[in-house]
């Protein structure tokens, strides 16, 4: 498959390394001369200095030949007119753009990207992406991430397993035996920066990052098996008024919970739009960082802070200063790498990588044969699949041991006509069949081959 990326940020380098190592073809194209040398040191990618909206440029990168374009520069308008330009001059098939502005994503333009108009296939607005994961985190307290899949029958959690957890230095064949309905497998192990897909024998130890295949109506019982018996928060505190904040207030609000809401913005004139348009919010006008702003927003008494403000200092320290005066449960965004590899050093649970969550929304609409969701972790070292059994394909009518995937491949569930399989060696596969797989990165292309022969770019 023949990709070419706009733009050689974060977020375009995550893509590129990505997308090269599964033996793409990808050409990077970028304004920045250092950015490209970074890019062009490190990947197996080309690399060309330019505007990614350049017509010319986009000819040099073989535009014409190219199957998928991914526009994720810094600004906006480049993004739309590259898409535009690779479409009208290249007829590039698919076209993803990053937009950040709300203005151009309103209900009342939304014939805007329409193929009349402006032919974008895809449009990733990252602030809405981490609103939505921020979301999801909340849902199932305890956990670092939640991601549904098979139309939410099926959930994907990462969480690290405490020195109380009851099962700890227990082989995980033991599982099934100890909790016969439990209805969970252990599909992936970080344990101190390794990776690995665990085997039968294999215990888990206290410290290890782990993700688990779970029913999702069977999503708290299966907490407390691995140690968290947290209750979903009912007083959540939001720092940080800007795109993200907004969103997630939103969010909450339209979910029909109980829960006491309240959102501190230190900007004025931000916090009266932020009053006029959350219903049930409260809204604190004042620094996060100032201990009275806290207790007026009775911290204390909060269940989860969530600091997503601009400032990674500012959401590091007010979710400190929030711990430190009894909230139990801090949640924070943090654009550094840097701060959140010390996350759990200083105290803060759960930490929120943006340009991850964007990462893993683009991958996830760049998808092969029945594949029908992705969603990147590890930063990239895995991937948790859902693919759809074919008649005809590979893998129907097959078992699970028949397909010798042993190492880098944890099958997690099987859906068959709205019932939830968790699959064993001699699980039979059958036409219709959704299947969740989590998948070394080594693995991914293995994977796609056995679900379809054919390449089918959604």
Known sequence: MKVIVGGAGQVGFNIAKHLSEQNNDVTVIDQSRSLIRKISES????????????????????????????????????????????????????????????????KGWRDLFSRDNMPIDVIISPELEVAQALGRRLKVPGAFN??????GKVRMIGLV?????????????????????????????NRAGHLFVPRSDDQLQAGDAIYIAVEAENTERAMAVFGHEEKAAQRIIIVGGGNIGYFLAKQLEASGSAVNLKLIELDSDRAAWLAERLKSTVIINGDALDREILNEANISQADTIVSVADDDEVNILSSLLAKQQGCPRAITLMNNPIYSSLAGTIGIDVAMDPRETTVSSIVRHIRRGRI????????????????????????????????????????GVIVRDDVTIMPQADTLMLSGDHVVILAMKSAVKKIEQLFSAKADIF
């Open 43 to 106: 990947l197996d990618v080309r690399a060309i200095v330019g505007h990614a909206s350049d017509p010319e440029m986009l000819n040099a990168a073989g535009a014409a030949d190219a199957d998928i374009m991914i526009a994720v520069t810094q600004s906006d308008e480049v993004n739309m007119v590259a898409c535009q330009v690779g479409h009208s001059l290249f007829s590039v098939p698919t076209k993803i753009a990053r937009i950040r502005n709300q203005a151009y994503l309103k």
């Open 146 to 151: 939640m991601v549904p899949f098979v139309d």
């Open 161 to 189: 397993l405490e020195e109380d957890c009851p099962v700890i230095n227990t082989p995980l064949r033991q599982l099934t035996e100890l909790f016969p309905n439990l209805h969970t497998i252990v599909t992936a192990v």
């Open 372 to 411: 029908r969701d992705l969603y990147s972790i590890f930063e990239g070292q895995a991937e948790i699949i859902e693919a759809e059994v074919l008649e005809g394909s590979e893998v129907a009518g097959q078992t699970i041991g028949a397909l010798r995937l042993h190492g880098d491949v944890k099958f």
